[in-house]
């Protein structure tokens, strides 16, 4: 496996090699990537559901496994 500096300039090389006029994308994409994979506060997620809760954003138990193949 390459060590974190290796990917690290790889992405950099990458990065250099990117048309100034997609940066701006290119930027949006990887803070897209790094909140995707970066997870929220316990405190944060039980902000969140309780918000989601109290505002109605939710599911019903009943359609909960919908659309779900189980064999």
Do not use: C
């Amino acid at each position: 496996m390459a060590s974190d500096n290796a990917v690290l300039n790889a992405v950099m090389q990458e990065i250099q090699q990117t048309p100034p006029e997609y940066l701006p994308n290119l930027l949006q994409l990887v803070r897209l990537l790094r909140e995707s994979v970066t997870l929220k506060s316990a405190e944060e997620s039980f902000r969140q559901g309780w918000h989601e809760a109290m505002t109605g954003q939710t599911i019903p138990l009943a359609e909960l496994w919908d659309g779900i193949d189980a064999e």
